[in-house]
């Protein structure tokens, strides 16, 4: 990367950390969005910078939180998260080599119905969810985490329905973000697959990370949760639909 695409990548990645740190979700996306839109790197060294980083922002968090984590339903999670995150690993390194448009259209997507998904506060459920809903919404956030590190919207929208105290929900979310992160990085390490030398320069936005993670924790904004949802929302349908629509347009031959 260039200077100036560094620097972009640097503010990209402290601003989605500061969201994360704030929400307890949207790092991955905000960023994996904003590489789609930008072109800065490819969509599988992203997707690897962004477990990295991931990884950073999420133990940052867990030095102190690590106590209120629900380990049962963390292990439900995982259990089926990890096996199917190698399903989406493999589906990215497809994709990506034959065919980059379908695989923007689909992170478009993503995007986009995550941020719709994420935009409704979910109803508190009254009784707490069965083991099976955990299997079944971890499977589908370890194929997204697998092909773009995003394993946050499925997953925050079944948290966020239980009856669990949020410090619990949000401390739980990120751990398993963290150990997502650690095998689909393990993953690459095994593949061979590996971003290039230059390319790695993107992990210069650890401190970045840090930093804006600090700055959420010290000097949150003075705005209500309910309002930086709707920030983070109105940011991310925009970039999932700059995204997907030209992509989906040269597809299928359209103007």
Do not use: C
């Not at 991955?28 to 904003?34: R, V």
């Not at 089926?80 to 390194?93: N, R, T």
């Not at 619990?168 to 990120?174: I, S």
């Not at 930093?211 to 949802?229: D, E, K, L, N």
């Amino acid at each position: 990367m260039s200077v100036a695409e560094l620097i972009g990548f640097l503010v990209l990645t402290g601003a989605a950390a500061y969201a994360q740190t704030l929400t307890g979700f949207a790092f991955g996306l905000i960023t994996m969005g904003g590489v789609g839109l930008t072109g800065l790197l490819s969509l599988p060294d992203a997707a690897m910078i962004v477990s990295v980083l991931t990884l950073v922002n999420a133990a940052q968090m867990l030095l102190i939180g690590w106590r209120d984590v629900a380990w049962r339903e963390f292990g439900f999670v995982m259990a089926a998260s990890i096996p199917l995150l190698f399903v989406g690993y493999w589906l990215l390194e497809w994709l990506a080599g034959t065919r980059t448009d379908l695989l923007r259209l689909i992170l478009g997507f993503v995007i986009i119905v995550s941020s719709l998904q994420l935009a409704r506060k979910p109803e508190p459920l009254a009784k707490q969810s069965n083991d099976g809903s955990f299997l079944f919404f971890g499977a589908i956030a370890g194929l997204m985490g697998g092909m773009f590190s995003t394993a946050g919207p499925p997953l925050v929208y079944h948290f966020y329905r239980q009856p669990m105290p949020l410090v619990t929900v949000r401390e739980t979310l990120v751990t398993v973000f963290a150990l997502n992160a650690v095998f689909r990085i393990g993953l690459v390490v095994v593949s061979g697959d590996l971003p290039a030398g230059s390319t790695l320069t993107g992990l210069l936005a650890i401190p970045a990370v840090m930093g804006a993670t600090y700055a959420a924790r010290r000097w949150p904004p003075p705005v209500s949760s309910t309002t930086m949802r709707r920030m983070v929302f109105i940011l991310l349908f925009l970039s999932g639909v700059s995204l997907g629509a030209p992509a989906f347009m040269h597809l299928f031959g359209v103007l």
